[in-house]
């Protein structure tokens, strides 16, 4: 069954670099979430689509943080000179509208050294 | 202070009993999720609700929309329950967290 996908499952990277990580929603589903969790916390909101457009992008950090969703399926959150403090599980989650039922991912570990 | 509280924040309970976890908030919302977390695993949504009450098995979720609470019921408590309960809420289109109770279960 094609739940929602996210890939890699770990990421390790270097302290200064890129990375992207990428969310495959359930086909259909028009909302589209990004959040990060860090050891201990709940689910931190980072940003959310609705098509192809960013409804709400007000949890993104700083401007290293960065997310498109060109056809309104696919989603990539794009962190620019990454750092240690980036470290966390990034979730990325789908429903077929705004009032929907969610369906989660399992998450992206990125890990910054 | 957070638009989403979750109380308590930690639980233990011994096979078999009845637990209740709440979640309060201060934003107009359309709905609220809860939510399961194991520990290393992704997040399974439990229950959407606007308005009542849901049942499914052993899980029992309530919401008050005028005193802006919910609650989450378990009965019969099983060690395989022991996960982080997550409530969420959805406030124009946007979904806020709560920081999640923490349930162990004892056999």
């Known amino acids: 069954g094609a739940g929602v996908s996210q890939t890699p499952s770990n990421k390790v990277t270097e302290k200064g670099k890129y990375v992207e990580l990428r969310c495959d929603p359930i086909?259909?589903?028009?909302?589209l979430y990004w959040y990060r969790q860090s050891l201990g916390q709940g689910p931190e909101f980072l940003i959310y689509?609705?098509?192809?457009?960013?409804?709400?992008d007000s949890g993104l950090p700083n401007d290293r943080f960065f997310a498109v969703r060109p056809e309104g399926s696919v989603s990539t959150l794009k962190i620019q000179r990454t750092e240690r403090g980036d470290s966390a599980v990034y979730l990325c989650?789908?429903?077929?509208?705004?009032?929907?039922?969610?369906?989660f991912g399992n998450g992206t570990r990125l890990t910054v050294t | 202070k957070n638009e989403v509280e979750q109380s308590p924040q930690n639980l233990t309970a011994q096979e078999g009993e009845f637990i209740t976890i709440n979640c309060s908030y201060s934003?107009?919302?359309?709905?609220l999720h809860w939510l399961q977390q194991h520990p290393g695993g992704g997040i399974v949504s439990l229950f959407m609700?606007?308005?009542g009450k849901k049942k499914h098995g052993r899980l029992i979720a309530t919401i008050n929309i005028q005193e802006k609470h919910s609650s989450l019921h378990i009965t019969a408590s099983h060690p395989r329950d022991s996960a982080v309960y997550i409530c969420?809420?959805?406030?124009?289109?946007?979904?806020?967290f709560g920081k999640g109770t923490k349930l162990s279960v004892k056999p």
């Open positions: 934003v107009g919302i359309s709905a």
């Open positions: 609700l606007s308005s």
């Open positions: 689509f609705q098509g192809t457009g960013a409804a709400d």
């Open positions: 086909s259909g589903h028009t909302a």
């Open positions: 969420a809420v959805r406030s124009q289109g946007n979904l806020i």
């Open positions: 989650a789908s429903s077929l509208g705004p009032n929907s039922p969610l369906h």
